[in-house]
């Protein structure tokens, strides 16, 4: 195959079953050395992300193109080109190189969603440090465990923020510098002693700087992931993973930066804002959206219309509130800008997928992939038919499979263990200071990611639930989309999390938790009638107990907990909880 023919929407590439044949002959023909050169490069054959998204649009007229549309929580408005980009991180590189920060060095950003923390993320790349984005929401003792095993040398960070964490920080011997951004004279208290203000440090600082000289293997970003046990672990990404990012830009959100205006809703702190809320469009030149406020579904149709949003990427959590709030909602904005949707993060129920049918007259195309991978590694591209509740199929170069506990492949149909051929460009490197971790994640030439799955006979995946969130009851093993997924269906469900609760008879029943939409009421008969509607569809394996919430304990990045659920339900102790959400 020829890389002119993986420019396009790669059905072409599709005719390789990369499931179903030998990992080499799939790769035969492809090639991911073949996309370095649809990158730009540093002189030398040196790779540095900040050139790739910010600096290479610089040339000619394509410098005077937007970059960043910024709304703020309270309506303000800022614009960014690319040339304002590459003269503000510019000026924040020289800003640390004064400080004495060096290639390597981790600079963690504790913000909001303003312009400046891209600036000061794209700024520290181009020094060659090392930067670790942070949910802003997060409390004091999230922050500290980040910094403290990172050895962050420098953190950036807001006013309210700084005060937030005032506790934690004779804890941190290896934290040198405290960089205050006092947006908008929001706060004008004088700064803690030590602190250094922003505003002042760029002011005095060059917008000239000579973007460092990194290899495609040096570390770039690193994101910290909760497991089910221990401390949240750090993994770490390298330059090279720009090229992915950028292939998948094109192929799988059909980035395009002469009609393009893309709007990606996760914040930065996950993995997702930063690969796709950065990395991913503006490698491609593309003209973005940033919203600094949170969910609401008015506020962010809202946001769809003003901007006229082409292309739409987020997460299965936001789309279920979005059909929460009711089908006629949108019909009060104007959304006809909308060509693509894009989600990512869970599982998307083949209902919310026909809901983007129904309303927005497109089905949301879902795509998966994690932290450690970097970028998508799985999707419904445009071009492709999507299969509802299908993750869609490996990408090119990626060869996906699915193990048995012994790790060898199962044929199509059969249920195991999800695993990935390493060496895309955007795999993870290491678990910061914690190699024996990342060793345990290959087994038998397999990078093992933790999710059971499905592939089936034409190539499309289909998940079945992490690992962990697997019930076994009465000699099936469930997983727990597939059960939620039914629940969902009713009309009176918004949200649904499904465990496995031990049980003398069955090893495990199923048993559900359940958000209802607006304008249902909590009641018995409601209750029996859910359980009755996923006894219907589902049989033995429909859930024997549920409970209503008022809404299901969610990450950040709007994962549901089921292992919450699970560890209350149970009595038993929660674990790391830094990622949940308030
Ligand atoms: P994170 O590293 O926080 O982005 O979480 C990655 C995990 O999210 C995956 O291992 C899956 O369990 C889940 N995930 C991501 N995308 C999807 C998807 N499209 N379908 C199902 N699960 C997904």
């Given at each position: 195959m020829e890389y002119s023919e993986l420019g396009k929407p790669p059905v072409s590439s599709m005719r390789v079953q990369p499931h179903l044949a030998d990992p080499l002959t799939a790769r035969r023909g492809f090639r991911w050395e073949r996309l370095y050169r649809e990158l730009d490069w540093l002189p030398g054959g040196h790779l540095n992300m900040a050139h790739e998204c910010i600096d290479r649009h610089c040339k000619g007229e394509k410098a005077q193109r937007v970059a960043m549309l910024w709304e703020g929580k309270n309506g303000e408005e800022e614009r960014y080109t690319f040339a304002q980009l590459r003269d503000e991180t510019n000026r924040f590189a020289n800003v640390l190189k004064g400080l004495g920060v060096q290639k390597g060095d981790r600079v963690f950003i504790y913000m909001e969603r303003v312009p400046e923390l891209y600036i000061s993320l794209f700024g520290a790349l181009k020094l060659g440090a090392i930067v670790g984005p942070l949910f802003s929401a997060f409390g004091p003792q999230p922050v500290k465990d980040r910094l403290l095993d990172s050895g962050a040398a420098v953190l950036v960070t807001q006013p309210h923020l700084r005060r937030n964490i005032a506790g934690i920080l004779?804890?941190?011997?290896?934290?040198k510098h405290i960089i205050v951004v006092n947006k908008n004279q929001r706060d004008k208290a004088p700064l803690p002693s030590g602190d250094l203000g922003y505003e002042e440090l760029m002011a005095g600082a060059s917008p000239q700087f000579d973007v460092a000289r990194t290899s495609m293997y040096d570390y770039s970003v690193m994101h910290y992931t909760s497991g089910t046990t221990g401390k949240p672990k750090g993994v770490v990404h390298r330059h090279l993973a720009v090229v992915q990012q950028y292939a998948t830009g094109r192929w799988?959100?059909?980035?395009?930066a002469d009609k393009d205006i893309y709007w990606c809703t996760a914040d930065p702190g996950w993995v997702t804002g930063t690969s796709y809320g950065m990395f991913a469009p503006w490698s491609n030149g593309v003209t973005q959206v940033i919203y600094e406020g949170g969910f609401g579904p008015s506020a962010w149709y809202q946001a769809i219309q003003k901007y006229r949003v082409t292309v739409w990427y987020t997460a299965p959590t936001a789309i279920r509130m979005l059909m929460k709030a009711g089908?006629?909602?949108?019909?009060?904005?104007?959304?006809?800008?909308?060509?693509y949707l894009n989600s990512v993060g869970e599982p998307l129920n083949p209902e919310a997928v026909m809901w983007g049918v129904k309303v927005f007259k497109m089905p949301i195309h879902d795509n998966w992939w994690q932290t450690e991978t970097g970028a998508i590694l799985i999707g419904n591209y445009l071009a492709m038919p999507v299969r509802p509740g299908s993750m869609g199929r490996p990408i090119p170069g990626i060869v996906a499979g699915v193990l048995d506990d012994e790790y060898n492949e199962v044929p199509p149909g059969t249920e195991g263990n999800l695993a990935v051929r390493p060496g895309w460009p955007a795999m993870f490197h290491t678990y910061w200071r914690n190699q024996e971790m990342y060793n345990s994640r290959f087994r038998k030439g397999w990078y093992i990611t933790g999710d059971r799955a499905r592939v089936d006979k034409d190539g499309y995946f289909w998940f079945v639930g992490r690992a962990d969130d697997v019930i076994k009851t009465a000699g099936h093993l469930v997983g727990p989309f597939e059960v939620e997924s039914v629940l969902i269906e009713h009309p009176a469900v918004a949200e649904a999390a499904v465990i496995g609760k031990p049980d003398p008879l069955a090893y495990q029943i199923i048993k559900a938790f359940v958000a209802l939409k607006n304008g249902y009421e909590e009641s018995e008969a409601l209750r029996q009638d859910i359980l009755r509607h996923a006894r219907q569809r589902l049989q033995s394996i429909a859930p024997r107990e549920l409970e209503f919430r008022p809404s299901l304990p969610k990450t950040r990045s709007g994962k549901i907990m089921r292992r919450l659920l699970k560890a209350q339900e149970l009595g038993l102790p929660v674990g790391d909880t830094s990622t949940l959400e308030d």
């Open positions: 004779p804890d941190l011997p290896e934290l799988v959100l059909d980035l395009h089908d006629e909602l949108p019909g009060r904005f104007d959304l006809s800008s909308l060509r």
